[in-house]
């Protein structure tokens, strides 16, 4: 799985774009990129995911870079529920043994009232 | 409301004690999985269950044993833990092992 890279922590003004970013240089031709989010006392929730096109659901944006390096995840109008720990994880979908998601640190985003 | 159902949600037990987790999904997905979450460090995966066969044993000692006797149920059979097992022991469950998973919201687990 491709290592990925996170600021520890971001603020965000209730109301406001949160836009948070993951570096993963060596992301393979294979791998997605997974957003998870961890509120506190819960356990992680799947937020999005995609592997060269901008994907948008109900809950978020994902931008990602033409060459695949870098992603950006966009939530729209944060709210104080948004407050958690956000995970990037490069994934590969084909199958095999390479399906485990692999979490590191992720960013703790605290959205300000 | 996930989906995933994890029971209890707080579990002490003593060094000795044997006691079991059970997670229950109610999304029809083919593959379940165990992780712990110990403070201050990432989650782990423990054990990977597809179509109700293990594929996935990540070194874990033989104190944990799990159990999944359908595609909707596992268990995590606990015996003789020791205090640096304690920890947020989450399931996981995914339509096929390749595709996003979705997790309960944990057993914290305290060994006295």
């Known amino acids: 799985d491709a290592k990925t890279t996170q600021p520890p922590s971001m603020d965000c003004a209730e109301g406001r774009a949160a836009n948070l970013p993951c570096n993963h240089s060596?992301?393979?031709?294979?791998?997605?990129v997974y957003w998870y989010r961890q509120i506190h006392s819960q356990g992680p929730q799947y937020i999005i995911h995609?592997?060269?096109n901008n994907e948008t659901n109900e809950m978020a944006s994902l931008i990602i870079t033409e060459d695949r390096k870098s992603s950006t995840l966009i939530l729209p109008h944060a709210t104080l529920r948004d407050t958690a720990v956000y995970y990037c994880?490069?994934?590969?979908?084909?199958?095999?043994?390479?399906?485990?998601?692999?979490f590191g640190k992720g960013t703790l985003l605290t959205v300000n009232p | 409301e996930t989906g995933v159902t994890q029971t209890p949600r707080h579990l002490v037990m003593g060094m000795t004690n044997k006691k079991s987790l059970k997670c229950e999904q109610h999304?029809?997905?083919?593959?379940m999985y165990w992780y712990k979450q110990s403070a201050k460090k990432p989650l782990e995966l423990m054990f990977v269950y597809n179509f109700k066969e293990q594929t996935e044993n990540n070194s874990v000692p033989s104190r944990f044993s799990p159990e999944c006797p359908n595609s909707s149920h596992l268990f995590l059979h606990l015996h003789t833990l020791q205090p640096e097992d304690s920890a947020l022991y989450l399931c996981?469950?995914?339509?096929?092992?390749?595709?996003?998973?979705?997790f309960g919201d944990g057993t914290r687990l305290s060994i006295l």
């Open positions: 060596t992301i393979s031709g294979n791998e997605y």
């Open positions: 994880i490069g994934r590969s979908n084909s199958g095999g043994s390479n399906y485990k998601l692999t």
């Open positions: 999304l029809g997905h083919n593959a």
């Open positions: 995609g592997l060269k």
């Open positions: 996981a469950s995914s339509q096929e092992n390749y595709q996003p998973q979705h």
